[in-house]
């Protein structure tokens, strides 16, 4: 029997390398809620085209004449916004942070912290999925360059340009809001989904702001039992599930089927194409640069079967 013995000597670079996959995940879904709440559709480099089928009167008397119906088949061509997030952190800043301690000794070594590099990512795709969950409802790519929801269009701004999605007027401002008038909306606002998709109530959705569900959940605990104020109940109304939406505009509502609304993008290989890079390696300057190219893009279908509140 031999016993062999290793030793394992860590690169330079080392602990920059991140769990791509995670950081990925938690960038463009952070959470499962988004694969239940939207249609994904993951690996769209430049655009797709989401095809349909329409027909018409397929049933006919039966005899020995073949009368065909008229059928419609189209697609709605979707595509996504090419996005860059870049951060870079200085070695002298790093040195007068709480990971100092942390650090090599010296001025002039590695001064990266696998403990802090993986806050670091961990973090970086918690700001991304942040920055693309205010992106997915707000963005607006009329508005000036330098307003970061220019980057793509949201969901607001196409459902408001649409004349085949049903609109609705919120009886009151952001400002006045109260559980009554919310009642009052979410009542009125359900009475104009259509008959055909009104009792699916597995597969529809209310979208809602933060404003709008913490007004929901303190009303509804206020008119219930102490279970209401002390557990943590399901978001529903009657029996459909309200969906949390941070990045969704105050005092604003959509009813569709969940999916209706669609999320695209590309992340097929970026995994072994998310890296941190330290200039001082290279260019002697003292920084830590990271950059992940990704691509998102927000889209629906079936605009007559989304009622939109604002």
């Known amino acids: 029997m031999r016993k062999l013995r290793f030793d394992l000597n860590n690169g330079a670079n080392a602990t920059l390398t991140p769990n791509a996959e995670a950081f990925y995940a938690q960038a463009y ?24 089928v329409t027909f018409g009167d397929i049933l006919q008397p039966s005899n020995c004449a073949f009368t065909a119906p008229t059928d419609t088949l189209s697609a709605k061509i979707m595509s996504v ?16 942070s709480f990971v100092s301690l942390q650090m090599a000794q010296g001025s002039n070594g590695d001064f990266t912290v ?33 307003n970061p929801l220019s980057l793509c269009d949201g969901y607001e701004v196409q459902l408001a340009a649409d004349p085949a999605v049903i609109p609705y007027h919120m009886t009151v401002p952001p ?8 009642l009052t909306d979410l009542e009125a606002a359900f009475a104009l989904v259509p008959a055909n998709i009104a009792s699916r109530t597995a597969d529809l959705r209310i979208y809602l702001p933060t404003q709008l569900v913490n007004i929901y959940r303190l009303g509804v605990a206020s008119g219930n039992t102490n ?49 941190a890079v330290n200039l001082s390696d290279t260019v002697a300057e003292p920084y830590l640069r ?21």
């Open 175 to 182: 400002t006045v809001v109260t559980f009554a008038t919310l």
């Open 29 to 52: 879904l952070g959470s499962s809620d988004i694969v239940d709440n939207f249609r994904t559709l993951p690996s769209v480099k430049f655009e797709v085209a989401l095809g349909a």
């Open 114 to 146: 696998a403990n802090f590099m993986n806050f670091y990512w961990s973090e970086m795709a918690n700001s991304i999925n942040g920055s693309i969950e205010s992106l997915r409802w707000q963005g607006d790519s009329s508005l000036l360059p330098a």
């Open 81 to 96: 916004c090419a996005l860059s997030a870049m951060a870079q952190i200085c070695q002298f800043e790093l040195e007068q």
């Open 227 to 275: 279970a209401y104020i002390t557990q943590d109940l399901g978001l529903t109304y009657l029996g459909i599930k309200i969906v949390l939406c941070p990045g969704m505009s105050n005092n604003t509502l959509v009813i569709t089927l969940k999916d209706n609304l669609i999320y695209l993008f590309d992340a097929e290989s970026d995994p072994s194409d998310l890296r």
């Open 290 to 310: 990271t950059r992940a190219n990704m691509k998102v893009g927000f889209n629906y279908v079936n605009p007559t079967d989304i009622v939109y509140g604002h």
